[in-house]
């Protein structure tokens, strides 16, 4: 993703607990070091400049607040307790066997880690987040923080964008199909 203001691109090395930022005047990578949270995946930048991504293992969002330079984590809500223990044993299992990271074990029901897989910006400046092995949509509102959920009545939401008129469209990977839902209206239609 990149900056609307200065150009800089950013990058989420999945593998590392950190952001990227090349700065295309210098041509230098500069590294944001993460306090917490496990696979940075998909990205987007707001229009206050702050550059928001899932954490794909960890089942957060984090968002990095340029002005600041300092993160702010969203944790998204386990499915159940077994999830919510997973979860948050993941530091201690990363400290103990760093090289044998935790991988998503999906079934045919979606039963494995819930997997944030894609995100996007809406144009009032919510945020959306698709959960693959969840079926679940978040919604984030930057200010007040909230994290709400919608279930989302297909299979493997992911790869999701907003248009201009804040309706989000959305592959639904097991499916084969794509899917719109108005956020106004509360309504899914699949294509």
Known sequence: AYSKRD???FITPSMQQALLEF???TKQFITHTMPEGYYPHTIRVDDRDRVWFTLAL???VAMFDRGT???TVYDLPARSVKEWLILKSLPVMFRISPENRPQP???REGTGLPMPYGIDIAPDGIVWVGRLYA???ARIDPQTGEVTLVDFPYRGPRRLR???DGVL???AFQDSLLVSYNPKTGVFKDY
Do not use: C
């Open 58 to 60: 960890s089942s957060q």
């Open 69 to 71: 330079k300092e993160f």
């Open 23 to 25: 700065d295309i005047e």
């Open 169 to 171: 469209w959305i592959v």
């Open 7 to 9: 150009g800089n691109i």
């Open 162 to 164: 907003i248009d201009a």
């Open 105 to 107: 074990d999906p079934d």
């Open 135 to 137: 079926n679940d949509l």
